[in-house]
Structures are given as structure tokens and as C-alpha cells.
């Protein structure tokens, strides 16, 4: 935890600044930008790779009305079959490594991947220890 904390105070607030304008303006202009891409709804399946489940609780509040994300045209679907994007929570073991294989396989071309918080991207704070035991695919090559 220290280290943690000492790279924080080292390295400061990184967060972009927050966006101008009306929002109201931005929520049409991404549900806008939705629909020329994808000319639907933005499907994304969600895989859990063994997170803490902080990810998953900021991903469900999401769906309260104040975010309301499928009113942008942004919506989780349970199949992979159906889905657009994967959205990946976790730092990836070994053992979550052939099934996020085979759930990327499932989804239909052209395919969006995700990798959602620190632990996804890098391992973060069960980096090291996963590290140690050899069981983190921080890249898990899909072909």
C-alpha cells in the first residue's frame, strides 16, 4: 500500500480536466457518433477475469438513471454473439485466459476490445503477486 501511495504523490493527478459545454450537447453528440458507427446500439459483453469487483460496481451505476448509458445507445448484452465490444475487468490468470479466448472468438468481425481499470491493463495492485506465481497474461494473444 505504500508503494501505492508513494506513486501517487510522486506522479499527481493525471485525470483529464472535466469536459465543457451542455451536457446535453456531449449526450447527443456520442449517442450521434453511436449511431453513424455502428448504426445501432453499442453492444458490449462483459467478462469479469477475477477483479476485486470495483470495476463492476462503478459499470453497474452506469445503468441508474442519473448516468442512464442506454438512453446514449450503450448497452451489456449476455451473449458474445450479440456483442460489439469485450469489455475485460481483472488482472487475466491463466485460468480466465481460454475462455476470454473463446468468448473473443464468439463475437461477430469487426470486434472492440476493452481492458477496463488498472488490474486489466497491468495487473495493478495483483500484479505483483500474480506476477510471482507466473499466472498473469497481461496480453493474451487471440490468434
Not at 469536459?19 to 462483459?46: K, N, W, Y
Request: proline share 6%; charged share 20%; net charge negative.
Amino acid at each position: 500500500m505504500w508503494n501505492v501511495l508513494r506513486q501517487i504523490f510522486r506522479v499527481g493527478l493525471v485525470s483529464q480536466p472535466a469536459p465543457t459545454g451542455d451536457p446535453s450537447m456531449l449526450e447527443a453528440d456520442l449517442h450521434a457518433d453511436i449511431q453513424r458507427v455502428f448504426g445501432r446500439a453499442l453492444c458490449i459483453r462483459h467478462v469479469d477475469a477475477g477483479s476485486c469487483n470495483a470495476c463492476e460496481l462503478e459499470l453497474h451505476a452506469l445503468g441508474n438513471p442519473y448516468y442512464n448509458l442506454e438512453g446514449l445507445g450503450i448497452r451489456f448484452v449476455a451473449s458474445p454473439r450479440h456483442a460489439d465490444a469485450l469489455l475485460v475487468t481483472g488482472p487475466v490468470t491463466r485460468n480466465m485466459a481460454e475462455a476470454l479466448r473463446r468468448t473473443h472468438a464468439a463475437m461477430p468481425d469487426p470486434k472492440l476490445v476493452i481492458a477496463l481499470g488498472d488490474c486489466a491493463a497491468c495487473g495493478g495492485v495483483f500484479g505483483e503477486s500474480y506476477a510471482s506465481l507466473g499466472r498473469v497474461s497481461s496480453v493474451i494473444p487471440v490468434d
